[in-house]
């Protein structure tokens, strides 16, 4: 099977986004377009020859209107989680192979769940206004929730600590 030289015509969908630009090689002619207003300047002609379309952002759709000015495409690639402003049902009926990016962000929203947990446990919020607005001048910050329970019994040689039974109380 012999490779083709002619090159491939891509449109690129979007805001400007240097991983999707920078990656492709001098097999493809590129055809950037950051808002729908800018791609209705793409002449019918190169439309006509577009193989390929990356998407960069969910705010940009992908809707039939828009599929349908490129007779010969092939693929929809979302840069994204999901792909809900893409016409899938368009595409799948014009044999368009729609792709995205699923679970890229998995760890990341964990950690920020598990971040806004322990602040709201913890109540950063709250004790940086407390701060900043200097109350710790002239007033105790009240004892902090925790994620595990506190010990029962000693604390040190000196029995349970004064903060521990405030925290406790506040528990009961």
């Known amino acids: ?3 083709s030289s002619e090159k491939i015509d891509l449109v690129v969908h979007g805001p400007h986004k240097p991983i999707v630009t ?5 097999q493809f002619v590129l055809h950037q377009f950051e808002t729908t207003g800018d791609l209705e300047r793409l002449t019918p002609e190169v439309a006509a020859k577009v193989r390929g379309m990356a998407i960069t952002y969910n705010t940009v759709r992908g809707d039939a209107r828009t599929l349908a000015r490129f007779p010969k ?3 929809v ?11 899938a049902a368009y595409a799948r009926d014009h044999k368009i192979m729609v792709t995205n990016t699923p679970d890229v962000l998995t760890e990341e929203v964990a ?16 004790a940086d206004k407390y701060l900043r607005s200097g109350l710790w001048q002239t007033q105790q910050f009240p004892a902090e929730r ?3 329970a506190r010990p029962q019994g000693g ?6 600590h004064r903060a521990g ?8």
């Open 1 to 3: 099977m012999a490779v």
């Open 22 to 26: 920078n990656g492709f090689s001098d």
């Open 73 to 75: 495409l092939e693929i």
């Open 77 to 87: 690639a979302s840069f994204g989680v999901g792909y809900d402003h893409v016409d």
């Open 111 to 126: 950690d920020i769940a598990m971040g806004l947990l322990i602040a709201t446990l913890r109540e950063f919020v709250k």
């Open 146 to 148: 925790r994620l595990a």
């Open 155 to 160: 604390h040190g040689r000196h029995g349970t």
């Open 165 to 172: 039974h405030r925290a406790q109380a506040r528990c009961l």
